[in-house]
T-cell receptor
Framework: DAGITQSPRHKVTETGTPVTLRCHQTENHRYMYWYRQDPGHGLRLIHYSYGVKDTDKGEVSDGYSVSRSKTEDFLLTLESATSSQTSVYFC??????????????FGQGTRLTVV | AQKITQTQPGMFVQEKEAVTLDCTYDTSDQSYGLFWYKQPSSGEMIFLIYQGSYDEQNATEGRYSLNFQKARKSANLVISASQLGDSAMYFCAMREGNYGQNFVFGPGTRLSVLP
């Protein structure tokens, strides 16, 4: 158990409403990531963070924003949800060991349905 | 452009036989890391094996080995003596970036092990 909690685990929301997904870690890992998983696309990187208030865009960042005001929390916000954002969202964390690579540990995923 | 390519959407293998899952990658970095993950039907992401770009020996972890061909930019996963529990999605991933912050996945290969 890498100490990652995603909330909520399931959510149904209406088109046009804002949605915030939370990723909480207890391990003090530097790197945090948000991915979405869709059939045929694998996991696509939405945004990532390499420290408090340090975030950057991934390959599918349009329509999403993130915030990291504390080391342990990384929030993903859909400002105005659309049906194309129906997906399973995974949070991941990685330890920073300088030049030594570390694997990513994943949360259990959040299934988001936009109707 | 796709950074990780997995050309086999689905694979079948007979129980107890070996199987190779293909992965090719694209990066201009000299230092990068390659990872394989397994996702069973329950949905969790399980780290399997890692290969660093400077590692001269192919990585092995139990029944998993990574066939790393740097010049060809390929990092194929070999599973020996397949078991029914190996049926799952398998994802190849790459860590790159100046600070090692980027962590991207391929579309995955669904492996089915036949009794």
């Amino acid at each position: 158990d890498a100490g990652i909690t995603q909330s909520p685990r399931h959510k149904v929301t209406e088109t046009g409403t804002p949605v915030t997904l939370r990723c909480h870690q207890t391990e003090n890992h530097r790197y945090m990531y948000w991915y979405r998983q869709d059939p045929g696309h694998g996991l696509r990187l939405i945004h990532y963070s390499y420290g408090v208030k340090d975030t950057d865009k991934g390959e599918v960042s349009d329509g999403y924003s993130v915030s990291r005001s504390k080391t342990e929390d990384f929030l993903l916000t859909l400002e105005s949800a659309t049906s194309s954002q129906t997906s399973v969202y995974f949070c991941a964390i990685r330890l920073d060991r300088g030049l030594v690579d570390t694997e990513a540990f994943f949360g259990q995923g959040t299934r988001l349905t936009v109707v | 452009a796709q950074k990780i390519t997995q050309t086999q959407p689905g694979m079948f293998v007979q129980e107890k036989e070996a199987v190779t899952l293909d992965c090719t990658y694209d990066t201009s970095d000299q230092s990068y890391g390659l990872f394989w993950y397994k996702q069973p039907s329950s949905g969790e992401m399980i780290f399997l094996i890692y290969q660093g770009s400077y590692d001269e020996q192919n990585a092995t972890e139990g029944r998993y080995s990574l066939n790393f061909q740097k010049a060809r930019k390929s990092a194929n996963l070999v599973i020996s003596a397949s078991q029914l529990g190996d049926s799952a999605m398998y994802f190849c991933a790459m860590r790159e970036g100046n600070y090692g912050q980027n962590f991207v996945f391929g579309p995955g290969t669904r492996l089915s092990v036949l009794p």
